[in-house]
């Protein structure tokens, strides 16, 4: 019996079931979960994988923030692998892009961001499990969210006349010309921080649902050659190529965590510090 978990584009796509692929081959075993109907909302896949690693954040930050509260150093290979994480984001994306310590006020989202973002895209290298930053809704409605912190931390260091007017640059013109340039650069300002955050979204989707296309079709490859006789040829170098790109799926998931969360620190650098 052919299973939706052998196809990686599962990985990306939603539907109204979880699958259980480790059970696949056997027809005794009803090897997917359906998903309930909560008052007119239907539960997606996505939506469960997002709460799993909403929960799994939870699960790994707070005894972690506990275990550095009570101790200077950390001990044990997993708790300085997640602390060097934590210093990273600090370090090297939020004080350079936002400037200084007044940038440790942003840690909370951007530490949040780092690792959901991270959790979200390493589910999908697991079977049954899927990537939700796979999906542009996903990746939209995090976008939003980063705008909407920008917006709100523009307006709090400027005050909300403040932020919206400082969008315009300077205009060294007549002030004939300027009634009619201030306008247009204000609404051409207003599209730029609509889009920014689109392409911020659509990046992260992009390469998420890209990774798994190309896996897709190299898997396919087998396929096509099943019943031709360059099968034993096709398989092991198909094979070969998925496990090699499985590991470059694995370096983009680190890879597409940090990007998005330094463009999120860099577009709230820029807010804050209008000039």
């Known amino acids: 019996m052919a299973g939706h978990g052998a196809n990686p584009l599962s990985h990306v796509q939603d539907s109204h079931e979880l699958e259980i692929p480790w059970f696949s081959n056997w027809p005794e075993f009803q090897w997917t979960i359906p998903l309930p109907n909560v008052f007119g909302l239907q539960i997606t896949k996505f939506m469960v994988m997002e709460v799993v690693a909403a929960l799994l954040v939870i699960a790994v930050m707070i005894p972690l923030s506990r275990m550095i509260a009570a101790r200077p150093v ?3 290979k997993f708790a300085n692998a997640f602390e060097a994480m934590l210093l990273f984001v600090r370090d090297d994306v939020a004080r350079p892009s ?25 589910l999908g290298m697991i079977p049954g499990f899927a990537s939700a930053t796979g999906n542009i809704n996903v990746t939209f409605a995090l976008a939003m969210i980063t ?16 932020y919206w007017l400082t969008l315009v ?39 998420m649902f890209a990774g798994h296309m190309v896996l ?9 050659a099943w019943h031709s006789g360059v099968f034993y040829l096709v398989m092991p170098a198909s094979i070969l190529g998925v496990i090699c790109l499985s590991l470059l799926e694995l370096f983009v998931a680190f890879l597409q ?19």
Request: glycine share 10%; aromatic share 16%.
């Open 216 to 224: 897709a079709v190299i898997l396919g490859f087998i396929l096509m």
């Open 74 to 76: 950390s001990k044990g």
């Open 169 to 207: 640059p300077h205009l060294d013109v007549p002030p004939v010309m300027k009634w009619f340039l201030w306008p247009l650069m204000f609404f051409i300002e207003i599209a730029g921080l609509l889009i920014k955050h689109v392409v911020l979204a659509v990046r992260l989707f992009a390469n």
């Open 257 to 275: 965590a940090y990007i998005f969360t330094f463009l999120s620190a860099l577009f709230i650098g820029t807010a804050v510090h209008p000039h």
């Open 147 to 162: 705008m909407a912190v920008v917006i709100v931390s523009g307006s709090k260091e400027s005050g909300v006349k403040g």
């Open 98 to 122: 936002i400037g200084g310590h007044g940038a440790d006020q942003f840690l909370p989202y951007l530490w949040t961001c780092f690792f959901f973002v991270l959790f979200n895209n390493l």
